[in-house]
């Protein structure tokens, strides 16, 4: 158990529909970070916040936004979802700002299925 | 362009048997390095890592990893493969300028009785 924990486990929803992904970082991790994981992409890096700032960004869509919150909990708002949004999104946190030093927990993930 | 490269996608070993899996960088400068492995249907757990010093880092579970700056290789190793290995290995680049971290494409990892 890294501590990071997630919610839902699993997400079904349609085409268009706009879904919210959690993230509780592990106790003490000022960093969150963002992957989405699928079949033809492998991990991609969404996204990097450090104690609610915006440090990072990768190959996020538009339609993807992220935030952290004062409590340190993050979520990834998907939007105006497509089929190929389907995939595991992964949140990580680590300790500090420094994204290239640091160690990374993972946490369980959330399987998204868009149909 | 920066890169990080695991050339082989899917390794099949018999249990027992020694493995190493290969992974190459692209980076001008040395780079701080990781291993992750990941089970089916878990995140990703950290096996090792090396930042600096001895070049030959011992990680979990019986792995080990030698960086090797001449080639711009980490490449990761087992003597003895055991069953429950089977799992995607990935290795990752950290870069302190820019706050980068970059994972590679992953290699499948499966062990035969």
């Known amino acids: 158990d890294s501590g990071v924990t997630q919610t839902p486990k699993h997400l079904i929803t349609a085409t268009g529909q706009r879904v919210t992904l959690r993230c509780s970082p592990r106790s003490g991790d000022l960093s969150v970070y963002w992957y989405q994981q699928s079949l033809d992409q492998g991990l991609q890096f969404l996204i990097h916040y450090y104690n609610g700032e915006e440090r990072a960004k990768g190959n996020i869509l538009e339609r993807f936004s992220a935030q952290q919150f004062p409590d340190l909990h993050s979520e990834l708002n998907l939007s105006s979802l497509e089929l190929g949004d389907s995939a595991l999104y992964f949140c990580?946190?680590?300790?500090?700002?420094?994204?290239?030093?640091?160690?990374?927990?993972f946490g369980p993930g959330t399987r998204l299925t868009v149909l | 362009a920066q890169s990080v490269t695991q050339p082989d996608i899917h390794i099949t070993v018999s249990e027992g048997a020694s493995l190493e899996l290969r992974c190459n960088y692209s980076y001008g400068a040395t780079p701080y390095l990781f291993w992750y492995v990941q089970s089916p249907g878990q995140g990703l757990q950290l096996l090792l890592k090396?930042?600096?010093?001895?070049?030959l880092v011992q990680g979990i579970k019986g792995f080990e990893a030698e960086f090797k700056r001449s080639q711009s290789s980490f490449n990761l190793r087992k003597p003895s493969v055991h069953w429950s290995d089977a799992a995607e290995y990935f290795c990752?680049?950290?870069?302190?300028?820019?706050?980068?971290?970059?994972f590679g494409t992953g290699t499948s990892l499966t062990v035969i009785p």
């Open positions: 990580a946190s680590s300790p500090t700002r420094l994204a290239g030093y640091n160690e990374q927990f």
């Open positions: 990752a680049v950290g870069l302190i300028t820019g706050n980068q971290f970059y």
């Open positions: 090396y930042f600096s010093g001895d070049t």
